[in-house]
T-cell receptor
Framework: AQSVTQLDSQVPVFEEAPVELRCNYS??????LFWYVQYPNQGLQLLLK??????LVKGINGFEAEFNKSQTSFHLRKPSVHISDTAEYFC???????????FGSGTKLNVKP | EAGVAQSPRYKIIEKRQSVAFWCNPI?????LYWYQQILGQGPKLLIQ????????DSQLPKDRFSAERLKGVDSTLKIQPAKLEDSAVYLC???????????????FGNGTRLTVT
């Protein structure tokens, strides 16, 4: 069975500061990893995904994430956040053969001026 | 490409009434999903279709929820009768068929916010 844990429900940070949103997963099989962002009153938008290859994945809006197989983690980072990054971020695990996706409970990023 | 279309965006009903949501996935996406997102939680899968067949409906409350995907394109999700705890955002998503790993990702619509009073 797959599970996704997002360790922080809320992360406050000042504008232009770096941020890391943490995600750990458990799975008995190889998985694919995703980060989605949800702005108020909108659906989820894909930020980035890891399928294979380089463990450092770059996404949209200056975000990147690093896949760490030994620690079963896929933390999301941005070196300098903007007010517009205020949103909720979801980590997800995908199972390729069945197109199944499992989501974490989300982390609300609140960027303060 | 056009995204996933959902309607309505908002719906307010009284408990015990019925409601229906509509979704049109991205063209060419064989897999369609309905998720329920309760405030403060991550999306929870209700039902997954592959073309017009159901792949997974294990978490769908079948005594009150139903969904169909006629002709393998559009889908409707219905709740009858609604309960207070059904208040949530209902998200539709689509993806390419399994077997295309490089395309693996969910594409979401903007959702329908349901309030049951």
């Amino acid at each position: 069975a797959q599970s996704v844990t997002q360790l922080d429900s809320q992360v406050p940070v000042f504008e232009e500061a770096p941020v890391e949103l943490r995600c750990n997963y458990s799975s008995s099989v190889s998985v694919y990893l995703f980060w989605y962002v949800q702005y108020p009153n909108q659906g989820l938008q894909l930020l980035l995904k890891y399928l294979s290859g380089s463990t450092l994945v770059k996404g949209i809006n200056g975000f990147e994430a690093e896949f760490n197989k030994s620690q079963t983690s896929f933390h999301l980072r941005k070196p300098s956040v903007h007010i517009s990054d205020t949103a909720e971020y979801f980590c997800a695990v995908g199972k390729y053969n069945f197109n199944k996706f499992y989501f974490g409970s989300g982390t609300k990023l609140n960027v303060k001026p | 490409e056009a995204g996933v279309a959902q309607s309505p965006r908002y719906k307010i009903i009284e408990k015990r009434q019925s409601v229906a949501f509509w979704c049109n996935p991205i063209s060419g996406h064989a897999t369609l999903y309905w998720y329920q997102q309760i405030l403060g939680q991550g999306p929870k899968l209700l039902i997954q279709f592959q073309n017009n067949g159901v792949v997974d409906d294990s978490q769908l409350p079948k005594d009150r929820f139903s969904a169909e995907r006629l002709k393998g394109v559009d889908s409707t999700l219905k709740i009858q009768p609604a309960k207070l705890e059904d208040s949530a955002v209902y998200l539709c998503a689509s993806s390419f068929t399994a077997g295309q790993a490089h395309n693996l990702a969910l594409h979401f619509g903007n959702g329908t916010r349901l309030t049951v009073t």
